[in-house]
């Protein structure tokens, strides 16, 4: 299987902080990826740096065969790379469906200097759009909710919309900060539900959670990073038996015999 994500001495640094600290890990097609380690320990900070969403200080990040550290957020994702954020970055006075309309930005990023020289394509590009947009909130089952303000949904709607705003492009690769965090149980079922769904049909999906249950079930490999540096990788078996996770973030409840 080809590798989707090479990454290699990855280092970010904020003033005095070694927020990641030469980090090297690959992701191979076809698998979820899952990133886990104590709060603070630079999974975001990794994953904003993969997404074009932070400079890094030094290292180098490859999508496939390209190199993508060093690009901004826009042209990372109009690699077919696509991700949510830990904290919901959607628009809560607008609806449902308006904001996986703005989920099309990254395909539409000359959409102004269209419409100014050619009404009739920009309008045919808002319509795919939308179709575009009701397809996806049919796949993940908010259809329904495709009129309702953002901001009076359920949490577990609020994060269901906002993956279907991350796949309004068809993204290749998905990159999830903390999917299933503040999810009620149900909520958390249904979730993973539609995740196991997006990549059965093809997404590769690049996690981080703290949500155990959630992580060894549907992770294949697991890269486990503690002050910013890898301390272990391996699958989920392989890491809740991994003694210095266990000491350093698991604990030994998820030790298998
Ligand atoms: N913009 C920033 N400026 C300064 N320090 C930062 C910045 N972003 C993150 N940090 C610091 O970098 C370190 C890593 O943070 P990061 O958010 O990547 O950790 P994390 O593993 O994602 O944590 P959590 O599990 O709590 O979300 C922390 O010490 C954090 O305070």
Redesign the pocket.
């Known amino acids: 299987m080809a590798n989707v994500l090479t990454v290699e001495h990855l280092t970010k640094k ?2 005095g ?1 070694t ?2 600290n030469d980090l090297s890990f690959t992701m191979k097609e076809r698998t979820i990826h899952s990133l886990i ?10 994953i904003n740096m993969c997404t074009g969403s932070l400079p890094i200080t030094s290292g180098t990040v490859k999508y496939r065969d390209e190199i993508i550290s060093g690009r901004v957020l826009h042209e990372v994702a109009s690699r077919n790379i696509g991700r949510t954020f ?1 904290n919901l970055k959607l628009f809560g006075s607008m609806t449902v469906e308006e904001n996986l309309m703005v989920g099309m930005q990254a395909q539409m990023k000359d959409g102004i200097l269209k419409f100014l020289v050619s009404p009739a394509s920009a309008k045919a590009e808002e319509k795919r759009a939308n179709e575009r947009a009701m397809e996806v909130l049919d796949y993940i089952g908010m259809y329904k909710y495709r009129n309702e303000t953002v901001a009076n949904l359920a949490y577990g709607q609020q994060k269901l919309t906002e993956l279907g705003r991350s796949i309004m492009t068809a993204p290749k690769l998905l990159f999830l900060d ?1 999917p299933a965090a503040g999810l009620n149980p149900s909520e958390r079922v249904e979730f993973v539900k539609i995740l196991l769904k997006v990549f059965d049909d093809g997404i590769d999906l690049f996690l ?1 959670e ?1 949500n155990m249950d959630v992580v060894m079930n549907i992770s294949n490999y697991i890269t486990v990073i503690n002050f ?1 540096s890898k301390i272990a990788e391996g699958t989920p078996k392989e890491i809740q038996n991994n003694d210095e996770v266990i000491a350093a973030y698991l604990g030994s409840q998820f030790k298998k015999k």
Request: neutral net charge; aromatic residues 4%; glycine residues 20%.
């Open positions: 904020f003033a902080l927020a990641v380690g104590p709060n603070g320990s630079g999974k975001s900070t990794t830990q903390e981080i703290h910013g």
